[in-house]
């Protein structure tokens, strides 16, 4: 067993801790917490200077534990000099620091491409009307700029065989369902609107989770629910520019979103694919079971004539929009899966509440969405009960 013991800070001479043999653990298990200093005349410093106190901040690894390897110290001690605020930092701890950064750096990425996506989306719904297209250009544009980072060796080439293809394929229906869904509501209906609606996916986890699967979670995972269907319903009810169309999307979206983690979670298990690769194939088997239902639903020739119009309104910068939309779309959903790499289910989901928030001020600021002040009474409830929610399930 591994403890620690904090000790109030006292003074010694010295910068190494060395264990006595006759000072061991006795046959009663009591154990000398601080082994005594021997002259040390030719073993340089670690760092600390022995002209100066040396505080004790903790003793670690002591109590019948067994030396694993004759390099391996049985007795660990931090220390710090007088003039120092803390401990000593380690290799260990600059690791950890590191990482921290890295994952800072990913939901700051994150965060930002979401943003500027959901911007270039909805100028281009606005001019150019047409929710399957623009779903199918975003996913064709992740496919064509993953297939050119394999082809140039940028990333690595995912090792996958038809039994991963299999199990890919519901978490593409159901990905693809949830895609096109969330890009008709938004054509609909403001962008804030929709990541309020969006915001109520965790109470279709639960729902769908507990009495399709037969999952249990605890009572505090119930109560988190009730601010989150409030407060959707009471952004829902007193959204000025309502529209059921767009208002079912999003709803739609997050069922479809549902279900997408849960064959995810159940056919992936066991996968040796990364994050940013399971998405690029999840991109591109979605981009085959959208294509024709795009061609069916809308066609050539409505797009032709939209395009056209978009065209003779906006100008050629619509061309630009399109693009910026497609690619910034794959890009932060590949960020997004690049970071389950490096963090907890629940950290993700922290940080998905926490984008939802700047996505729905950032675009309240730029489209000038007018907002009762009821509405984002609603919104900030909702989100509210979101974090709860992620802390509950936890």
Known sequence: MISTVKQSAFTINGCDFTRSKSQSLTSSGRFSLLPPLPAMKSRRSSGVSVSKPVYVSSVESFGGLKRSNENSALVKCKAYEADRAEPIEGPESKTELARRMKIGV??????????????????????????????????????????ISWALRIAETPKTDLEFWKTLFPVAVAHTIGHVAATVSMSKVAVSF????????????????????GETFPTAVYLSLIPIIGGCGLSALTELNFNWIGFSGAMISNVAFVFRNIFSKKGMKGKSVSGMNYYACLSMLSLLILTPFAIAVEGPQMWALGFEKAVSQIGPQIVWWMAAQSVFYHLYNQVSYMSLDEISPLTFSIGNTMKRISVIVSSIIIFRTPVQPVNALGAAIAILGTFLYSQAKQ
Do not use: C, D, Q
Request: hydrophobic share 55%; net charge positive.
């Open 194 to 213: 929709t990541h309020i609606i969006k915001s109520g996916e965790p109470a279709f986890s639960v729902l769908v989770s507990r009495f399709l699967l």
């Open 106 to 147: 990913y939901f700051a990425t994150w965060w930002f491409l979401n943003v500027i996506f959901n911007i270039y989306n909805k100028k281009v719904l606005n001019a150019f009307p047409f929710p399957w297209l623009t779903s199918t250009l975003s996913l064709a544009a992740g496919s064509l700029i993953m297939l």
